[in-house]
């Protein structure tokens, strides 16, 4: 299968620790794109990280690839509340089709 | 902002009948996508289109058609429902060339009986 393997399945830290799921695929990429997904806000993009990127900050998140181990990760720092979602990996692959994984649920305690 | 609208979030309807999904992006994007998402398997790619009245099949055609008539607006069409198409759809429309970011519609919550 080309889809992305998020792991772990689920999440749950306590508020203000920090938060990390990983990113696993098969396929060449074009690019690795991360997506959030919460009740309130619908799916929504948080970065897209080219095949030729190592790592690429946004605020509080943190993403890494490594090609050569086929692998991504996110990392959200401090985390908050608000933060508690679902988390998709999304494969750009070299037809210009995503392929998405089956995502990470994370939970904020407070 | 980016805004992906789409006509209902919440649909019943039976077994056999057309069902009707639209969407519609007022960011003057090129690409539109139609996905469906069931527990488990992440999105799955039904449908899209780069331009105007030009169509793709994804990964899961069947059973599903599309329409572009004008760039801003993109419609799913279930010809015969069947309860396996029970499901959240979303839409979503993206810049440019293919490989930059999506951007989502709140999504259809599709129940067929």
């Known amino acids: 299968s080309q889809q992305g393997e998020e792991d772990p399945q689920a999440l749950s830290i306590q508020e203000g620790e920090n938060a990390t799921m990983n990113c696993s695929y098969k396929?060449?990429?074009?690019?690795l794109q991360w997506y959030r997904q919460n009740s309130g806000r619908g799916l929504v993009h948080l970065i897209l990280?080219?095949?030729n990127e190592r790592e690429k900050h946004s605020g509080r998140l943190r993403v890494t690839l490594d090609t050569s181990k086929k692998s991504s990760s996110l990392l959200i720092t401090a985390s908050r509340a608000a933060d508690t979602a679902s988390y998709f990996c999304?494969?750009?692959?070299?037809?210009?089709?995503?392929?998405w994984g089956a995502g990470t649920k994370l939970i904020i305690k407070p | 902002d980016v805004k992906v609208t789409q006509s209902s979030r919440y649909l019943v309807k039976r077994t056999g009948e057309k069902v009707f999904l639209e969407c519609v992006q007022d960011?003057?994007?090129?690409?539109m996508f139609w996905y469906r998402q069931d527990p488990g398997l992440g999105l799955r790619l039904i449908y899209f289109?780069?331009?105007?009245?030009?169509?793709e099949k994804g990964d899961i055609p069947e059973g599903y058609s599309v329409s572009r008539e004008k760039k801003e607006r993109f419609s799913l069409i279930l010809e015969s429902a069947s309860t396996n198409q029970t499901s959240m759809y979303l839409c979503?429309?993206?810049?440019?060339?293919?490989?930059?970011?999506?951007?989502f519609g709140p999504g259809t919550r599709l129940t067929v009986t």
């Open positions: 960011m003057d994007h090129e690409n």
């Open positions: 990280i080219r095949s």
């Open positions: 396929t060449s990429i074009n690019n």
């Open positions: 979503a429309s993206s810049f440019g060339a293919l490989y930059y970011e999506q951007y």
């Open positions: 999304a494969l750009m692959d070299s037809n210009y089709q995503l392929i």
């Open positions: 289109s780069y331009d105007v009245k030009m169509k």
